[in-house]
């Protein structure tokens, strides 16, 4: 690590010593890759999709491989907020890195009682998750306009007691608006995107590849889309934009930065390369090194168009 | 964490199967039978994934262990043209092995296709006095590790779906017969979701314990994803359970086959 | 070719003797490839997207490499309609392949006399392109609500006298609506994913790939998202679905066909391997010989969920 | 169509410059100097596309030919890794090379970095008395095909960027030198667009016509998908043509540089 070069990035209030998060589901409550690599290095972990109460998910099979990219359709399997409240946070206290809480609900009153429940929780900030296209109540249904966006956003905005970021979904005819709606409704900061809605078959059995029929797809194959989507949205906005799909790599990372994201969060490639996290923030050292960058902020919207 | 170790030895098995010995003395050292290592297979036509294998079989003097495997897609196929000599990206050893009571006296294994391999290094390892293990095949060009299981167990049964080779018909028959004959103190199971399904409920009439090696598509290998679950049991209730950390291998008790 | 194997389709009207479209904006007006293989092997041929007047199109670079796919920003430069109907109709005519005249405008009006004049020209059918996301006026804005496509289809469709084929664009919230709206304002089929609206930035430069800033993604890398779509609008709207979007082989046509497609074309994949058209119909029927199908009309739609 | 070759040579030139010779009855018969082939790099990392790359050099009586190739991102560095006895996709030759006129005595050809390459059989065709040539590099061990340009020129002038091998400066710059000294009656450019401008410019000044070889990112290679195209003159208005297809090499006052 160059001691001259500084990394850290305030998102509408959380503050990171890096702008490399994990994103939300690939790292479920960071046990496991704490056997892998220090903790101590990220940027921030949003936890796996936290519900009311514990959730079994959608059947198996869960994953299918695409080119470049996987669908997946987990459906928000987790213990419930309580147990993440009462078991997880203390073993992620143990590290320093922001806790970011990433929330669900099927009904406007379960985001509620959630925000409210993890804003007295010892969390960095809330990720409310209004666009997980693997579940059938709430969440998509909600992040899918800008009328249940502000609805959504508005009503926890009361609760919120930490920084709130709102996930967003890209499966929208124009998520400037629906950026806009979660600005205007009081989030601190957005991220995005979300998987985006596909399918896999299979020729031989032909047969849906996914249990559910339908998964959300993530990895490579989607940065450009979410490349697009970012440097749209944060032209769009003024609070902080977090921007991730596909990022596996320092370059990919540098790019989403020049397009405007301040910060960067990253999935898939963990399951491809369990060292991605800490080598994309390596990496984005090594740009600014190379290209004497002082402040990673001076990255963010970069672009020269 | 480096996951990056040298294959000693590549070598093809039959038209589509493939035994490669690693060099690592850390996998060696850690792995027990019925574990796994997630194995990056290559970047071609966007490949990402890895894929999950089984230890076939271990040597910990040496440092090195085995895995074979079979061309089934793209991963498998990248896979099949590393030769000795190439480095390989392997996370490992994954998950839960069988576990093997020393009490036991008599233990049966029953594998089909690709499920045979972790069970070469459980027979190795297991300190029964008395170890059979039924294998099934497709066909008699299929047959592949005869030696290998001969060697490790007291009674070796192949069966082929065709009769071309050894007896013709399905392993839980001939697992039927073996117990009809004589009981056994543990089973241990692993191939087609069918087949233990099949075998667990054999076992149970015979009132005699069983483990299965689940199968299922993964993600990150490591229990973190949540993608590669299967149904077990929780008192009265049931959950989604990881095959990648709390598997592969489960009792056969605690799965529910539906 | 099997004899026994009967690979006819029919399109809302337009008869093919395979289901491999080459898709437009790929193909050029067919002769490129005509020097690769026998344009008399496919089933039919898009053409470029054509305008009322000549256009120009995008500065370049028009294309980008990305994970599995390609942006493209050509911006629909083509010689104009009356050059079409001119010199390059003759041309195709000398094969025995569906000719699909690919239309855009920027108004309404512009919709109604592309549609007037293709009518009395002799091709087989046309498709209205509703969704290019690289020109600035008409296509797109018409393509993403409802209320737009069903706007211009039900204009155009009293000058229509060839079968109309409505191409819908991905980068929308529910693709089923649009879909339905083309239906109902009269559309003989639909044809779906044009390309999705993305971007790449190349982190040395710190600048966008494209000339355009944003471009379209195709190719394998949207094969999950256009799979997803196919199935969806297939199971919402009655007349018959041709599916694109990261088709490279026969098995990527069946997956296509399974999902409720009726058709399929094929773009992107041409650039890689000019034989790619040519290869996926022999794909398609080695996969029916060793599936025991005889007409390939069995297979639309036969996903077994 | 086939399109699969064998590389019977694959040589490396210096840290990331590669040659390939590639036998092809075909392409050696007919390519013409200034054209291109469109190769097939690899399906690593979900690359698609091919890229286009100069034919460098013909051997029509042993049916082989030369390409030359930097490394610069993703396509190339897999290309880099092919060896003699690989097969190789290739489509072509394609574009339109350099025009030769026989009547043509003198001629300059200005080449800068992977510019250089189609230069090289361009001399060798060319009929003229009397050939200069001057090839601009970055530096000293970027100098690569000396010993073949000066063997097909009658005068080679290098120059490096940094000065550290021949002439210190930009081609264009020599260029002008060269030209006061003594007119020619064709120039050829193939570099980076400033340097095409520039000299474009220089020539015009002198009442020389000249050729420029143009890059641009491809898609199909052959002229169908409009994606590669450059601005030229079209009467008083101007159009994108297609520099896969029309090009590369077009007449220098064809081109609008802006
Ligand atoms: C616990 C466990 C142990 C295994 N041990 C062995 C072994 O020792 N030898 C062996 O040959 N095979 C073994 N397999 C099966 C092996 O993982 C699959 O055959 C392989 O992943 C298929 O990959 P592919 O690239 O050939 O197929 P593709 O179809 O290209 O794979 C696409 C995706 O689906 C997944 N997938 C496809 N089939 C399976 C499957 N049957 N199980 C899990 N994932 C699948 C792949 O991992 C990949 O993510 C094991 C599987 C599991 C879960
Ligand atoms: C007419 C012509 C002749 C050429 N001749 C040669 C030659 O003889 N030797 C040589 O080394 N190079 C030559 N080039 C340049 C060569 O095509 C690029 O360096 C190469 O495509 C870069 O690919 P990559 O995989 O290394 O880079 P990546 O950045 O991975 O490429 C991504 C995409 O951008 C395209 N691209 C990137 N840079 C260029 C470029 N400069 N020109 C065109 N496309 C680009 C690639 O083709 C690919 O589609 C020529 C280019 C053209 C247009
Ligand atoms: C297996 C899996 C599970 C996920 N679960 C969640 C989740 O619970 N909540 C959420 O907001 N996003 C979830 N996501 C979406 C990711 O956080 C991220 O938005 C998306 O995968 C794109 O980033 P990537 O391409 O780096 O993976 C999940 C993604 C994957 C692959
Ligand atoms: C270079 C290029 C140009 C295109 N031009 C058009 C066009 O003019 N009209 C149109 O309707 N679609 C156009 N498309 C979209 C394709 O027809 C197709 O919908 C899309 O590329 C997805 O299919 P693919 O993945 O097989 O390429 C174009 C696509 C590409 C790559
Ligand atoms: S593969 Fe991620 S939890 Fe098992
Ligand atoms: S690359 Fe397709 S027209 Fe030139």
Redesign the interface.
């Known amino acids: 690590m160059n001691d001259s070069i500084n990394l850290k990035v305030n998102i509408g209030g959380l503050e990171l010593k890096n702008p490399v998060i994990a994103a939300s ?4 409550f960071g ?3 704490s ?3 220090d903790l101590n290095r990220l940027g921030g972990i949003a936890v ?1 999709g936290l519900t009311p109460l514990p959730r ?2 959608n059947p ?13 359709s ?1 459906g928000l ?1 987790n213990p419930g907020v309580h147990e993440f409240i009462e078991k997880e946070i203390p073993f992620l206290r143990g590290f320093d890195t922001a806790i970011i809480a990433n929330a669900s609900g099927n009904t406007v009153e379960e985001y509620e009682s959630m925000v409210e429940i993890l804003s007295d929780a010892d969390v960095d900030a809330i990720e409310l998750n209004l666009s997980c296209p693997n579940v059938k109540e709430g969440c998509l249904s909600f992040g ?2 800008a009328k249940g966006v502000n609805n959504v956003v508005s009503s926890v905005k009361k609760y919120a007691k930490k920084p709130l970021i709102v996930k967003l979904t890209p ?4 998520i400037t608006e629906i950026a806009k709606a979660a600005e205007d409704a009081g989030a601190d900061s957005v991220s995005l995107i979300n998987t ?6 299979d ?1 031989k ?4 590849i996914l249990g559910n ?2 998964g959300g ?1 993530s ?7 979410a ?2 989507m970012v ?1 749209q949205v944060s032209k769009a906005v003024k609070i902080p934009v977090i921007g991730m799909g ?1 990022i596996s790599n320092g ?1 990919d990372a ?2 989403f930065l ?2 405007g994201a301040s910060a960067v969060m990253i999935g ?1 490639a ?6 991605a996290w800490v080598e994309t923030i390596e990496g984005i050292e090594a ?1 600014m090194a190379l290209n004497h960058v002082n402040a990673v902020t001076e990255l963010i919207g ?4 | 964490m480096d996951t990056v170790y040298k294959i000693s030895k590549a070598e093809q098995l039959n038209t589509d199967t493939f035994l490669f010995t690693i060099n690592s003395e850390k996998v060696s050292k850690k792995a027990r039978a019925g574990q796994i290592v997630h194995v990056k297979c290559g970047d071609e036509d966007g490949v990402l994934l890895r894929r999950p294998i089984s230890i076939c079989s271990v040597d910990r003097e040496n440092g090195t262990f085995d895995i074979v495997f079979q061309i089934r897609g793209k991963g498998t196929k990248i896979l099949s043209k590393y030769k000795a000599g190439d480095d390989i990206d392997i996370m490992g050893p994954l998950g839960q092995g069988f576990s093997l009571y020393p009490k036991h006296k008599k233990i049966i294994v029953v594998g089909g296709g690709i499920g045979i391999f972790p069970l070469l290094q459980l027979l190795k390892d297991h300190p029964a006095e008395n170890k059979k293990a039924i294998l099934g095949f497709r066909d008699k060009s299929c047959v592949i590790l005869e030696k290998e299981f001969k060697q490790a167990s007291d009674k070796l049964i192949i069966t082929t779906d065709d009769g071309s080779y050894g007896e013709k018909g399905f392993v839980t028959d001939i697992l039927k017969k073996e117990l009809d004959k004589e009981p056994a103190d543990m089973v241990f199971f692993c191939g087609p979701l069918i087949m233990m399904k099949l075998g667990v409920g054999i076992v149970k009439e015979y009132d005699i314990p069983c483990q299965v090696s689940m199968e299922q598509r993964m993600g990150c290998g490591i229990g973190a994803c949540l993608v590669c679950v299967c149904k077990t049991k929780k008192g009265d209730d049931w959950d989604y359970t990881q095959v990648c950390k709390k598997g592969p291998v489960f009792g056969g008790d605690d799965i529910i086959f539906d």
Do not use: C
């Open positions: 589901g690939s790292f479920g046990r496991e890759y056997r892998y690599f796996k079994k998910g198996p099979p869960r994953i299918a491989e695409t080119p470049s990219g996987i669908l997946n987990v399997q899918s306009s499966n929208v005819t124009d985006i809605l596909g399918m896999a078959i020729a059995t032909r047969r849906p029929i339908t797809l990895g490579p194959a989607v940065k450009p889309i490349l697009r440097y596909g370059t540098i790019e020049l397009a898939t963990g399951f491809v390369n369990p060292m740009y970069g672009l020269i168009v």
